[in-house]
C-alpha cells in the first residue's frame, strides 16, 4: 500500500473480530471508565462549560448567562450553529484576552453554550408503551435494536430504534443525540430515512423513523441472495447506486458526510409506482422482476457517524467499508471517504463477496486493486475502481457519479416516460378548458366550482386559467364556498 496504516492501529485491528475499528473501541472502553465519575456529578458536567467560561466572564455575566440560555440541546449540524461552532474553533486559538475585548454579551453567551445541555435522564418521559403498539422486532445493530411500530393515534407504522445500553453520560449517548441532530437536518430527502421524534426512557434514546416496509436492509438481501447462490444484477446494482449517490449528494451539500455506509445501512421501500413517476415499467431500462407497479426504493440509514465536514467529529465505521485515508486521520476529503465505502458496498451487492476486515486482502484493496466482476461490464467495472481509487482527487464525487454515462438513464426520464407524462398533461389541460367553459356558462349567482382535477392542472402550470378563475371568483358575490349548495362531491381545495 502507498500510504500503510499506523502499526499500532494495525495491530489492533487483527485482535477483534468485529466490524468496529480501534478507535471506535478504545473509546468505547474509555467511556466506560469515565461513566462512574460522571455519573457521580451529573450537574457540574451539564453545566461545567458555562461556568468554566463565567469564571472569564465575571459574575454579572455568569448570571445573565443562566438566566438567558434555554435548557435546549444544540443541534451542530444546522447551518446556523456550524458558523457558530467554527467561530467557536477560530476564537478557542485567539488568546482570552483578545476573546473578552472583542466579544459582547450575546456572542460570549453563543460560544458558552454547550452543545449539550438536556441528558437523556433528564427527559424521561414514558412515551413507548404509550403511544406505540409493537409489532415486532426488525433489526439489530452494534448500538440499538429497532422495532416496527403502530402509533395507536395516528395508525401509521414507524420504525423505532431503542439504544441497547444506558447511555447517560457515556460516549453512546453524545453518538445518540448526533444521530438525532443529523436526522432532524437531514430527513427530507427520499433517499434518506425519515425522522419524526426522538426521546429518552430509562436511559435509553428512542427514535422515531420512517419504517421502510420491506423491513430490512441491504445486508439482508445480500446474505439471502448469498444463500441461494443469487447476484444482484448489474442493473439493479447501478439502480442501487444511483439512488445512494442521490442520498449522498444531499448529505454532502449540507456540509455533511455519513460515515458509515454499508449495505447493512441502506433500508429499502417498496413504493407503488405514482402517477407521473420517473421509473417505468416497460421499456428496456427494467431491470428487476418485481410487479409492474412497485419499485425499490434505496434509503440511507444509521446516521449514528455523521459529522460536519468543517469540524469533523469522526467516528469511524466499519472497517471493511472504511477508506485508508481516514484510518490514517486524514479528514481533509470527507465526502470522498463517502464514495469509497459506496463503491465497496456495491461491489459486494454485484457480486464481489464477503470484504476483509483486516490482512492483505484488506490493503490490496485500498490500493485501489478490485477483482473485476464477472458478471458486470467493464465499464461498471472502472466505475467501481474509480470509486475506491487510493487518490481522493480521482475519485468521483457522489455528484459527479450522477453524472457518469451508464448511470444517466437512472438518473433523467426516459423518452417513454417523457411521452407518458406529457399525454397526461394534455388530458388534464383538456378537462379544466371543458370545466372554465362550464364555469363561464354557469349563470353568475352560482360559486363556481373546481373538481380536484382542476387543482392539480394549476399546480401543474396552468397559471393563465387559473388566474381567470381567481378573477371568476373575486368578481361574483360573496359566496359560501364549501356547504348548502355545493355538490358533495366536488372539492375546493384550491387556495
Ligand atoms: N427505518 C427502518 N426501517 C426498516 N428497518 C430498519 C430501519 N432502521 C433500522 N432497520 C433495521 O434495523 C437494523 C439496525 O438498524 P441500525 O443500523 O440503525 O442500527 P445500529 O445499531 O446503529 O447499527 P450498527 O451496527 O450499524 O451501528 C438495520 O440493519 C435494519 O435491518
Ligand atoms: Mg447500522
Redesign the pocket.
Known amino acids: 500500500p502507498e500510504t500503510p496504516p499506523h502499526t499500532r492501529k494495525l495491530r489492533a485491528l487483527t485482535l477483534f473480530d468485529t466490524p468496529r475499528t480501534p478507535k471506535t473501541l478504545m473509546s468505547k472502553l474509555k467511556s466506560r471508565i469515565n461513566d462512574k465519575s460522571k455519573l457521580m456529578d451529573d450537574s457540574e458536567d451539564c453545566y461545567s462549560p458555562i461556568t468554566r467560561r463565567a469564571h472569564v466572564l465575571g459574575s454579572n455575566v455568569r448570571a445573565s448567562l443562566m438566566r438567558a440560555s434555554p435548557l435546549v440541546n444544540i443541534n451542530p449540524f444546522t447551518p446556523d450553529n456550524r458558523s457558530v461552532s467554527s467561530k467557536r474553533l477560530r476564537t478557542q486559538k485567539a488568546s482570552d484576552s483578545v476573546l473578552l475585548q472583542d466579544s459582547g454579551l450575546d456572542d460570549e453567551e453563543d460560544e458558552a453554550r454547550p452543545a449539550k445541555r438536556i441528558h437523556l435522564r433528564e427527559n424521561n418521559i414514558s412515551r413507548y408503551a404509550q403511544e406505540f403498539h409493537e409489532v415486532g422486532k426488525?433489526?439489530?445493530?452494534?448500538?440499538?435494536a429497532?422495532y416496527?411500530c403502530v402509533n395507536r393515534l395516528d395508525g401509521c407504522t414507524y420504525?423505532i430504534?431503542r439504544s441497547k445500553q444506558p447511555l447517560a453520560g457515556s460516549i453512546d449517548e453524545a453518538n445518540a443525540i448526533r444521530e438525532v441532530c443529523a436526522h432532524a437536518v437531514l430527513g427530507k430527502h427520499r433517499h434518506v430515512?425519515r425522522y419524526y421524534s426522538a426521546w429518552a426512557e430509562n436511559d435509553h434514546m428512542v427514535i422515531q423513523?420512517?419504517?421502510?416496509n420491506?423491513?430490512?436492509?441491504l445486508?439482508?438481501v445480500l446474505s439471502e441472495n448469498q444463500k441461494a447462490g443469487i447476484v444482484m444484477s448489474e442493473k439493479e446494482a447501478q439502480n442501487v447506486l444511483v439512488q445512494i449517490a442521490k442520498g449522498l449528494k444531499y448529505i454532502h451539500s449540507q456540509n455533511l458526510v455519513h460515515l458509515?455506509i454499508?449495505p447493512?445501512?441502506i433500508?429499502i421501500c417498496k413504493e407503488r409506482r405514482s402517477f407521473g413517476s420517473p421509473r417505468h415499467s416497460n421499456d428496456e431500462n427494467e431491470f428487476h422482476a418485481q410487479p409492474e407497479n412497485e419499485e425499490s426504493i434505496y434509503k440511507i440509514?444509521?446516521l449514528?457517524h455523521v459529522t460536519c465536514v468543517e469540524d469533523p467529529q469522526v467516528e469511524e465505521g466499519?472497517c471493511r467499508y472504511l477508506a485508508n485515508e481516514v484510518l490514517q486521520e486524514n479528514f481533509s476529503h470527507l465526502p470522498k471517504a463517502d464514495v469509497f465505502a459506496l463503491g465497496l458496498t456495491i461491489y459486494e451487492l454485484a457480486g464481489g463477496g464477503i470484504l476483509p476486515k483486516n490482512g492483505p486482502e484488506w490493503h490490496k484493496l485500498r490500493t485501489g486493486n478490485l477483482p473485476p466482476l464477472s458478471g458486470c461490464s467493464s465499464e461498471f467495472n472502472r466505475l467501481l475502481q474509480s470509486m475506491i481509487d487510493p487518490s481522493t482527487s480521482r475519485r468521483p464525487s457522489a455528484a459527479g457519479l450522477l453524472q457518469h454515462p451508464i448511470l444517466s438513464t437512472y438518473s433523467s426520464k426516459s423518452k417513454h416516460q417523457l411521452q407518458k407524462e406529457l399525454n397526461e398533461q394534455k388530458f388534464q389541460i383538456e378537462i379544466l378548458t371543458r370545466e372554465l367553459e362550464n364555469a363561464r356558462k354557469a349563470p353568475q349567482e352560482q360559486p363556481p366550482v373546481f373538481h380536484r382535477e382542476s387543482f392539480c392542472v394549476r399546480r401543474g402550470g396552468m397559471l393563465g386559467a387559473t388566474r381567470k378563475l381567481q378573477s371568476s371568483l373575486k368578481g361574483g358575490k360573496t359566496t359560501r364556498l364549501i356547504g348548502k349548495k355545493c355538490n358533495r362531491s366536488m372539492s375546493l381545495n384550491m387556495f
Request: glycine content about 26%.
Open positions: 426488525i433489526g439489530d445493530g452494534e448500538f440499538g429497532v416496527k420504525a430504534k430515512v423513523n420512517e419504517y421502510c420491506v423491513g430490512g436492509s445486508a439482508d458509515d454499508k447493512g445501512n433500508f440509514g444509521d449514528g466499519d
